[in-house]
């Protein structure tokens, strides 16, 4: 496998297992018990940005990228680029999902009470 090939799985992976701790809720409700967890710690504020999370969870793919390059200084650059390239797939999914629908409804006039005298 090619450094480049290797890179590109990475970014994928970076980006899915990112968007599944950051947005899903995940298979048994896991992500979301684990972000649950998180919040309360000092940990909440990385787990409440994806850029934040991506960073973290691009280290060890960076490690793996920079072990199949074979030098490990690859890491250096390699984590920054891993992260930055979820970041821009998550961006470019963001574009593509349509806007949610905006909903307004006008509140019903309030009843006309007619004063009828007998």
């Known amino acids: ?15 899915r297992l990112t968007h599944l701790l950051y947005a899903e809720e995940g298979p048994w409700d896991l992500a979301r018990a684990w972000r649950a967890r998180l919040a309360a710690g000092p940990l909440a504020r990385a787990v409440d940005c994806f850029n934040c999370l991506s960073l973290w969870v691009a280290l060890p793919f960076a490690a793996w990228v920079a072990a ?9 650059a390699a984590w920054p680029a891993l992260s930055g390239a979820a970041i821009l797939i998550e961006r470019l999914i963001e574009r593509t999902q349509p806007a ?12 006309a009470h007619e004063d009828k005298l007998p």
């Open 68 to 76: 199949l390059a074979g030098h490990w200084l690859v890491v250096f």
């Open 100 to 111: 949610p629908p905006v909903w307004y409804e006008e509140p019903p006039p309030p009843p």
């Open 1 to 15: 496998m090619s450094t480049l090939e290797a890179w590109l799985i990475a970014s994928f992976a970076v980006w």
